[in-house]
């Protein structure tokens, strides 16, 4: 009886500690590297940390931005609420809140609400950070947009804007590094399972961007039953991977050849999809498209 109780209580101590891990803050001397995607190219970016500024009643960090967001950041952090806030046009605006729970509701930015549809677990440097996965419904089902955070390190895209105010197309961004006081903290690789981690290194290559009149182009998008995708360039045995807002991979389409693809939507369902085409095993281009009822 008394090696039952024992197993119970130890059963009790564990599972709290699991469901009570210390929080990770964002703002931790944290600079991020985000990967400027077109297609054939890109261009690797750095938002680093240029210190503090006082606006109003609260005191901010200001984060340099270079990539085509080049507007400044201005992000403070509550530790205590797990909350993140930026200000923007004005105002103190919430940008992350990590004590929400599956269920959950939120007012975002944009004025519309989120519900939190996941909290999954990534690997990182040194062990796991919490994912969470937000949907905005537009007619009962229909995914209308979608945020993703990770605590600790930010948005998948932008670590600090929310991704309805990221564009749609070409160019998009990918973040691919954190790092805070120096130790790199997120890596995609990693936190995606692929065999060889992320180059995080912070020599830059900037790679040619190929005139726009050579990116690809989706349309129309949104789109109901065919997605045409079209480039000025030869598709020359690219391989397209369709993953839906939480990272599923949902359709492939290998082989592609020539300069204009018709996607079909058979089943999938109405919501944002991330698109990448790959090339002789490397992402050549990401791109979004909305499926619509």
């Known amino acids: 009886m008394k090696k039952i109780l024992f197993a119970l209580l130890f ?5 709290q500690k699991i469901f009570s891990q210390t929080y990770a803050p964002l703002l931790n001397n944290s600079y991020w590297i985000v990967q400027q995607v077109y297609y054939g190219s890109h261009i690797n970016q750095v938002i680093s940390d240029d210190g503090e500024v006082v606006i109003g009643a609260f005191t901010y960090r200001k984060y340099a931005d270079q990539s085509m967001y080049s507007a400044d950041n201005y992000i403070r952090e509550d530790i205590s609420a797990k909350k993140v806030y930026r200000y923007k046009n004005g105002s103190d605006q919430l940008l992350y809140d ?7 509701n939120i007012i975002l ?5 989120y519900e939190v549809a996941s909290i999954t677990n990534i690997n990182v440097n040194g062990g796991i950070r919490r994912r969470f996965h937000l949907v905005c419904y537009a007619g009962g089902t229909m995914v209308l947009t979608s945020e993703t955070w990770i605590e600790g390190v930010g948005g998948i895209e932008h670590p600090l804007k929310p991704n309805y105010e990221l564009y749609l197309s070409d160019p998009v961004l990918v973040l691919t590094c954190s790092f805070q006081n120096g130790i790199n903290i997120y890596n995609y690789g990693i936190a995606n399972g692929q065999p060889t981690p992320t180059d995080c290194s912070i020599s830059l290559d900037v790679e040619d961007i190929l005139p726009l009149a050579q990116q690809i182009n989706l349309s ?4 109901k039953t065919e997605l045409c995708i079209t480039t000025t360039l030869n598709f020359e045995n690219v391989t397209l991977l369709m993953f839906n807002s939480i990272g599923e991979l949902v359709k492939q389409v290998d082989n ?11 089943n999938l369902k109405s919501g944002l999809y991330f698109l990448q085409f790959m090339q002789n095993g490397k992402v050549v281009a990401t791109n979004k498209a909305i499926v619509t009822e």
Do not use: A, C, W, Y
Not at 11 to 15: A, D, N, R, S
Not at 256 to 266: A, T, Y
């Open 98 to 104: 990590f004590s929400l729970n599956v269920g959950d």
């Open 220 to 223: 129309p998008n949104p789109f």
């Open 109 to 113: 930015g944009d004025g519309r609400s």
């Open 11 to 15: 059963l009790i101590v564990f599972t």
């Open 256 to 266: 592609m050849n020539g300069q204009k693809i018709v996607l079909h939507r058979e």
